[in-house]
């Protein structure tokens, strides 16, 4: 599951707009990985139309905090 998120962020990042993380800016760039952090971003997504961030969000909810802190912490072997 962690494989597959983190090629939904480097997807995300590639998106025109995207390059310091789009809506999940907070989460992807700056490793904010609780809850409340990834809901935030949510709710910011779906204000400003942002369909992939809320997928996104969502799919990073379904994981746990240490999950999440291992998706962001291999993120960059990964996006290159």
Known sequence: ??????????????????????SLHIVLDDGNVSDHNVRYCREYAIKNGDADGVVLADALLYLSIEQRRKVYAQYSLYAG
């Open 1 to 22: 599951m962690e494989d597959y998120i983190i090629e939904l962020a480097r997807k995300y990042y590639e998106k025109c707009g995207n390059s310091s993380g789009g």
